[in-house]
Nanobody, 126 residues
Framework: QVQLVESGGGLVQPGGSLRLSCAASGLTFRMYTMGWFRQAPGKEREFVTAISWNGGSTYYADSVRGRFTISRDNAKNTVYLQMNTLKPEDTAVYYC???????????????????WGQGTQVTVSS
């Protein structure tokens, strides 16, 4: 059974930083693209970033490019999201996700991912 467990969320002031982690189990982690999505109240789930199975390629939404960095440690079965220069509009529940397909592309649609974590709340407010 695949499990994705996010951690690291919290309350941070505008301009601050947070680092999210997503620990994976039940799948051969090193073979899968991993993605981060977020969902704010009353809004649809939106793509944040994705990283290829070997960490060699990344893809970011325009809204976070230059501020957020995705990385992974295949030895630890963990993907990370370093978030800097946070803005109030970054407030959302953040989810990590994995597709069904091994060695897949850097997909940016929620429907292309089949395994999801429970999410971690990030609140950016003064």
């Amino acid at each position: 059974q695949v499990q994705l467990v996010e951690s690291g969320g919290g309350l941070v002031q505008p301009g601050g930083s947070l680092r999210l982690s997503c620990a994976a189990s039940g799948l051969t982690f090193r073979m899968y693209t991993m993605g981060w999505f977020r969902q704010a109240p009353g809004k649809e789930r939106e793509f944040v970033t994705a990283i290829s199975w070997n960490g060699g390629s990344t893809y970011y939404a325009d809204s976070v490019r230059g501020r957020f960095t995705i990385s992974r440690d295949n030895a630890k079965n963990t993907v990370y999201l370093q978030m800097n220069t946070l803005k109030p509009e970054d407030t959302a529940v953040y989810y990590c996700a994995a597709p069904d397909v091994q060695f897949g592309s850097l997909w940016n649609q929620p429907g292309q991912y089949r395994r999801w974590g429970q999410g971690t709340q990030v609140t950016v407010s003064s």
